[in-house]
């Protein structure tokens, strides 16, 4: 089945830090990408989809300048959070679609972020 | 934009007994309602999906039910084991176009033996 591969798994930095979260689709083309963000005990919340060859598109509240999201090829996505602070902190999980409309998506591994 | 509600948070039920989570979603033109289930720490795994011109789908022990006119939809795991513990999330697809899901809160889900 489609694979989705998400590194680092974990991750500590310090403050004022910069952090880059992969995501690549290993046996299929991703035309979309979607990152999420999840806080201890809540919910899925989406942060923004990426486009292969485009500007991501950034859900309400989401702030562009802070999470720097590049789909450079149909099977990498990358996240970077930029001056992490620890409210940053958090479990952040990609997943990947090959675009056919109907298709399931495929979620990373997730990345756990630490901001000390 | 589209809402996804699921209750209840929370399901303590004994191994062999059946769990039901109910999600309602807020747009019509949502057409494809897959159902997660995350363990701790890990990623959110598909079990079962239902697309609208469907009423229902069943894998298993695994059932989902799908109401369009009143807009909700459920997962019904029957025989429950232990093995079952985990935080189930439904979720929404807004339209044919587009892949976005949108996730309900999550139910917690404890089988105890």
């Known amino acids: 089945g489609a694979v989705v591969s998400q590194h680092p798994s974990r991750v500590i930095c310090k403050s004022g830090t910069s952090v880059k979260i992969e995501c690549r689709s290993l046996?299929?083309?991703?035309?979309?990408m979607f990152w999420y963000r999840q806080f201890p005990k809540q919910s899925l919340m989406l942060m923004a989809t990426s486009n292969e060859g485009s500007k991501a598109t950034y859900e309400q509240g989401v702030e562009k300048d802070k999470f720097l999201i590049n789909h450079a090829s149909l099977t990498l996505s990358t996240l970077t959070v930029t001056s992490a602070h620890p409210e940053d902190s958090s479990f952040y999980i990609c997943s990947a679609s090959s675009g056919q409309g109907n298709s399931p998506l495929h979620f990373g591994n997730g990345t756990r972020l630490t901001v000390t | 934009g589209e809402n996804v509600e699921q209750h209840p948070s929370t399901l303590s039920v004994q191994e062999g007994d059946s769990a039901v989570i109910k999600c309602t979603y807020s747009d019509s033109a949502s057409n494809y309602f897959p159902w997660y289930k995350q363990e701790l720490g890990k990623r959110p795994q598909l079990i079962i999906d239902i697309r609208s011109n469907v009423g229902e789908k069943k894998d298993q022990r695994i059932a989902v039910t799908l109401n369009k006119t009143a807009k909700h939809f459920s997962l019904h795991i029957t025989e429950t084991q232990p093995e079952d513990s985990a935080v189930y999330f439904c979720a929404a697809r807004l339209s044919y176009n587009t892949d976005k899901l949108i996730f309900g809160t999550g139910t917690r889900l404890q089988v105890f033996p």
């Open positions: 046996d299929f083309q991703a035309t979309t």
